[in-house]
């Protein structure tokens, strides 16, 4: 969902090290959905039906791939030798169908290595923060910035989605000029098809 983005005078980097610090752990995240689920509502302004049953369906998403995502040992070696410390602020909301696939590899894959830090941020409460990294004018999510606290420097950006998943989005919009119910539900079966594959592949090239 895209909204229209707002102007400020705040520095980025203010930006990002105030939505570090109000920024949540991924399981107090996790822990977060699963309330909301059990009191009927969403993270985001709006409490709409839809919102709040995409929430219900991504709290077992993310519990089911909590359980089953795979790292192969290659790919856990080279994660975890990564000597660069960084930041992966996550711009998110909970009824967003991608970052229950993508959060908890994310989860999985900063876990290998002490360097990498991640911190949830909820997009409709940060919207200064969000307009500062927006793809294609949107605010799309999830949005991942990788930050350096040390230095202060953004390194990279990510999201929001794999760039397989992005490819596959970019052709049928140039196929069907948008994205309908059909394949969206073929986006779904891709990622449980891949099983944070892709994701992983990303990240590799990243660090």
Known sequence: MDTTATKTTIPTTTLIEQGIESGQTYQDYR???????????????????????????????????????????????????????????????SWCGDAAHITPVLQKIAALTPNIELRIVLRDTNEELMDQFLTNGGRSIPKLIGYDTATKEVKYTWGPRPSEAAQLVKEYKAAHGKLDPEFKESLQKWYNTNKGQAIISDFLELL
């Open 31 to 93: 822990n977060l959905v699963s309330q909301l689920v059990a009191d009927g509502k969403t993270t985001g302004v709006e409490q709409r039906e839809d919102l709040i049953d995409y929430t219900v369906l991504n709290d077992r998403r993310m519990k089911r791939w909590d359980k089953t995502i795979k790292i192969t040992p290659e790919a856990s070696a080279k994660i975890a030798a990564t000597t660069q410390k960084i930041t992966w602020v996550v711009l998110t909301e």
